[in-house]
């Protein structure tokens, strides 16, 4: 059963169309991010479900209600904003009980509600405690009690974790998502951080332009984009250019200025077709030259150190090749594994074909 599903939703701005027929589904009790760079139309869509920005055209429909032309109190849908927005003049309890006197629910239900609502945040000691006493961890749990004291029939999230350091971030994505698990709320987070978005949800919808690039659990999201956005913007990944020379099955060659690279054949791929290449950094092997051993499925490549980046648990390894751009090729490699390489070292590559992507980019061209 879907707890909300828009069909066709388009917001312009002027000439600008910030949204552009989008269509979306989430179940109910799924946390879905909606991920993207900034200005791609996300948190427009957010205002939209919640009745605070009025749509061009489209349908929002909660469970089995049309709410496109509701206003936002009547949505029953609870926000996180990123600011919190919460009342530095009220204490903690008061906070979480506002929504719920200004729906003119009795003395003794708030009481009820507000105690919930704090047990579920793990804050019910510090009810009476002013806002400004509490530290951002504190807070954002304040904020989201109370959207979800209302018992809301949706719960939207603007990046409500960018505020707080990278330790405590890290650790409210973990707690905010066991939260709403618990909770049984269907709850939809805006966020420009993949990595958030990976750890978070159950599905993300990739966004670029106002429109959905990729709707998919996070393994699929990030082990098999679909699009060059989604292969670019969630993940490190190496990328070659080049034409496809040759299809034989299921599988074709990639001509490229480093060597042949050979992958599953997308359908509707033609000889000739201009394409990317991608590996996640993390799916490569490099050793010395003279060293290598690679599987029988595996890609090959020889190519210089240019560059290491340490990352305590892995090393960057780049490297150098001709009509690649700086940056473009990469290994992700163990860092407790011997000892680093050094710049201008030839080092062979591997990866196993099956791991290997492609995208068309444009017209078909005669191979020789």
Known sequence: ??????????????????????????????????????????????????????????RIVLADSDVTALPAHQRNIGVVFQSYALFAHLSVGENIAFGLKARGVPKAEIAKGVAAALKSVQLSALADRPISALSGGQQQRVAVARAIATRPRLLLLDEPLSALDRKLREAMQ????????????????????????????????????????Q????????????????????????????????????????????????????????????????????????????????????????????????????RLVYFGAPECAPGS????????LGAAPAHGDLLSLSWPVADTLVFALGAQVQVP
């Open 174 to 213: 973990i707690e905010l998502r066991q939260m709403l698990r618990d909770a049984g709320m269907t709850a939809i987070f805006v966020t420009h951080d993949q990595q958030e978005a990976l750890v978070m949800s159950d599905r993300i919808a990739v966004m670029n332009g106002g429109c959905i690039e």
């Open 329 to 336: 090729l990469m290994a992700e490699l163990p860092a407790h």
């Open 215 to 314: 709707f998919d659990v996070p393994e699929r999201i990030y082990a098999r984009p679909r699009t060059p956005f989604a292969l670019n913007f969630v993940g490190l990944s190496s990328q070659w250019t080049g034409q496809v020379s040759r299809i034989e099955g299921d599988t074709l060659t990639v001509r490229t200025a480093c060597g042949d690279i050979t992958a599953p054949a997308p359908p509707g791929l033609r000889s000739g077709t201009k394409v990317l290449v991608g590996v996640r950094p993390e799916r490569m092997t490099a050793r010395p030259e003279t060293t290598a051993l690679h599987g029988a499925s595996d890609n090959r490549l020889t190519l210089p150190v240019s560059e290491i980046v340490y990352r305590g648990a892995t």
């Open 1 to 58: 059963m879907s707890a909300l599903r828009l069909s066709g939703i388009t917001k312009r701005y002027g000439s600008q169309t910030v949204v552009n027929g989008l269509d979306l589904a989430v179940g109910a009790g799924e946390f879905v991010s909606l991920l993207g760079p900034s200005g791609c139309g996300k948190t427009t869509l957010l205002r939209i479900i919640a009745g605070l920005t009025a749509c061009d055209g489209g």
